[in-house]
């Protein structure tokens, strides 16, 4: 069951953008998705249910600048306790993403990923938890929030495979708009980058293939659907160590508009799992991507974060 609270409140401080002063300062609002008795089932435990209670809290920052254009910048953060209906295994998840969307409506409609790992507080292998958040918000304050979809998958921390999402500076990708909408269209870009594994210093090579796939539909009520899909693929061996890692990413967002130009932020919580043992790390990604009037889309990535498991 999820209900929902709301607080609103206001910035002191003008936030500026870089496409140009605001304005008016930023509205600044509150929101918590509160999660009571939400099953989720973990696939690395014969697959027993976990039932989850807590809170997603939602912050969005909006504001608009003198050009008129809208922009919301979201942070959603899960705080949960869950308990394994089998074992009684008690279970705890609390992580946060940040996304933003920029666009010329006073209102922004986005369907995004949070994902954060369930950690065992037993003997019970832990599971990542995938939760799809729909979030509208618009610049005077409002803003409306559920968790729409939500499973368990595997903790990338207890098998050999791995989920990594590496940014790269200078890596740019460029989709002519479908002929129809409909249609989706695809890109494939090679990559190649260095990473620093935080936990021991290994430098370790990554090679691989951000491939991406955006679709546009209009629905019913005569809004454009803008489905975003990327999957990241490739290997990775230790400089140093000659370790080895494999890393496969996917991921999910959508937007709905009044139009097809807009402009999305996109932040999201990897691992890089050695093949061996060589400890683990956590990669974080910003993915940038805009789409012009024409629906042409630009895709870039850039910045990444890591931390020690």
């Given at each position: 069951m999820f209900r929902g609270s709301?607080?609103?409140?206001?910035?002191?401080?003008?936030?500026?953008?870089?496409?140009?002063?605001l304005a008016q300062s930023p509205v600044t609002?509150?929101?918590?998705?509160?999660?009571?008795?939400a099953v989720t089932v973990n696939s690395c435990s014969t697959g027993e249910p976990v039932a989850l209670d807590g809170t997603v809290h939602i912050d969005v920052s909006a504001s608009t600048d003198s050009a008129g254009s809208s922009h919301f910048t979201i942070t959603a953060a899960d705080?949960?306790?869950?308990?394994?209906?089998?074992?009684?295994?008690?279970?705890?998840?609390?992580?946060?993403?940040?996304?933003?969307s920029n666009n010329d409506e006073p209102s922004a409609d986005l369907t995004v990923e949070l994902k954060s790992d369930l950690k065992s507080q037993g003997s019970t292998p832990g599971l990542t938890l995938v939760q799809s958040l729909h979030i509208v918000v618009d610049t005077t304050g409002n803003i409306s929030a559920q968790v729409v979809e939500f499973h368990g998958e595997e903790s990338m921390l207890?098998?050999?495979?791995?989920?990594?999402?590496?940014?790269?500076?200078?890596?740019?990708?460029?989709?002519?708009?479908?002929?129809?909408f409909g249609q989706t269209t695809t890109s494939d870009t090679p990559f190649t980058q260095s990473a620093t594994n935080t936990c021991n210093g290994?430098?370790?090579?990554?090679?691989?293939?951000?491939?991406?796939?955006?679709?546009f539909s209009t629905n019913p009520d005569g809004f454009i659907h803008s489905s975003f899909n990327a999957t990241i693929k490739g290997t990775g061996v230790g400089v140093t160590s000659g370790a080895n890692y494999v890393f496969n990413e996917i991921q999910h967002a959508a937007v709905n508009s009044k139009t097809v130009a807009q402009e999305q932020y996109f932040s999201t919580k990897m691992k890089l799992i050695a093949q061996g043992s060589y400890p683990n790390m956590t990669l974080r990604m910003t993915t940038h991507l805009v789409v012009n009037a024409n629906g042409t889309v630009t895709v870039n990535t850039s910045g990444f974060q890591s931390s020690c498991n």
């Amino acid at each position: 069951m999820f209900r929902g609270s709301i607080r609103v409140g206001m910035l002191a401080a003008l936030l500026l953008c870089a496409s140009g002063a605001l304005a008016q300062s930023p509205v600044t609002n509150a929101y918590d998705i509160n999660l009571n008795n939400a099953v989720t089932v973990n696939s690395c435990s014969t697959g027993e249910p976990v039932a989850l209670d807590g809170t997603v809290h939602i912050d969005v920052s909006a504001s608009t600048d003198s050009a008129g254009s809208s922009h919301f910048t979201i942070t959603a953060a899960d705080n949960l306790t869950g308990s394994g209906q089998t074992t009684g295994t008690a279970y705890t998840a609390s992580d946060s993403d940040n996304y933003v969307s920029n666009n010329d409506e006073p209102s922004a409609d986005l369907t995004v990923e949070l994902k954060s790992d369930l950690k065992s507080q037993g003997s019970t292998p832990g599971l990542t938890l995938v939760q799809s958040l729909h979030i509208v918000v618009d610049t005077t304050g409002n803003i409306s929030a559920q968790v729409v979809e939500f499973h368990g998958e595997e903790s990338m921390l207890h098998r050999k495979n791995i989920k990594l999402a590496l940014t790269f500076a200078g890596l740019a990708i460029i989709m002519c708009a479908p002929a129809a909408f409909g249609q989706t269209t695809t890109s494939d870009t090679p990559f190649t980058q260095s990473a620093t594994n935080t936990c021991n210093g290994d430098v370790i090579s990554v090679t691989g293939t951000f491939h991406s796939e955006t679709t546009f539909s209009t629905n019913p009520d005569g809004f454009i659907h803008s489905s975003f899909n990327a999957t990241i693929k490739g290997t990775g061996v230790g400089v140093t160590s000659g370790a080895n890692y494999v890393f496969n990413e996917i991921q999910h967002a959508a937007v709905n508009s009044k139009t097809v130009a807009q402009e999305q932020y996109f932040s999201t919580k990897m691992k890089l799992i050695a093949q061996g043992s060589y400890p683990n790390m956590t990669l974080r990604m910003t993915t940038h991507l805009v789409v012009n009037a024409n629906g042409t889309v630009t895709v870039n990535t850039s910045g990444f974060q890591s931390s020690c498991n």
